[in-house]
């Protein structure tokens, strides 16, 4: 049996968690609403205070969509109560990032400033030269600091570009002159 699929989700005072036809699961919460269609297979129900997950027999693909039903729906109540947070930071000599309206701007070494659109849902805070991406979705928050990452990955010879900031860099030994 799948452990993490078992555990109920507890839902916390201020949440209201909705199962429609075709497993269609809305949660909203104090920071906003979440939908999202869920495996048709599982069983979601709202159980009092808390979310319980069943599944209808022990097929290996059964078991696997148990533990990851079970897990996106505990992360739409904690992104409607909590929200989800990624750090990012920007390593180099003249690298720097700014901020106007929804638009963040990003210099990176390239000929021309690179520019990314907040989506819908999500918001892009700047602090010194540190990047914070904020929204209740972990799917959208994961996904925009992924984009901007990968505008400038970290290089591992002197570590500049864009990391997250609990990333460590492998660095490399540079070339050696002959002797």
């Not at 739409?76 to 909590?82: E, F, K, L, P």
């Not at 000929?111 to 659109?117: L, N």
């Amino acid at each position: 049996m799948s452990r993490i699929g078992r555990m109920p989700i507890a839902i916390p005072a201020g949440v209201t968690v909705e199962v429609a036809e075709n497993n269609l699961v809305t949660v909203k919460g104090p920071k906003g609403t979440l939908q999202k269609t869920l495996p048709q297979e599982m069983e979601i129900k709202v159980e009092g205070s808390e979310v319980l997950v069943t599944r209808p027999n022990d097929l290996k693909k059964m078991k696997s969509l148990h533990g990851l039903t079970r897990t996106l729906v505990n992360n739409m109540v904690v992104g409607v109560t909590d929200g989800y947070e990624k750090k990012l930071e920007i390593n180099g000599v003249g690298y720097r990032a700014e901020k106007k309206g929804n638009v963040l701007t990003l210099h990176l070494g390239y000929s021309h400033p690179v520019e990314m659109t907040d989506p819908e849902g999500i918001e892009s805070v700047l602090d010194g030269n540190n990047i914070s991406v904020k929204g209740i979705d972990k799917e959208k928050v994961g996904q925009f600091a992924a984009e901007i990452r990968d505008k400038r990955r970290p290089e591992p010879y002197k570590g500049k570009g864009i990391k997250y900031a609990d990333e460590t860099i492998r660095r490399k030994v540079g070339k050696t002159g002959k002797k």
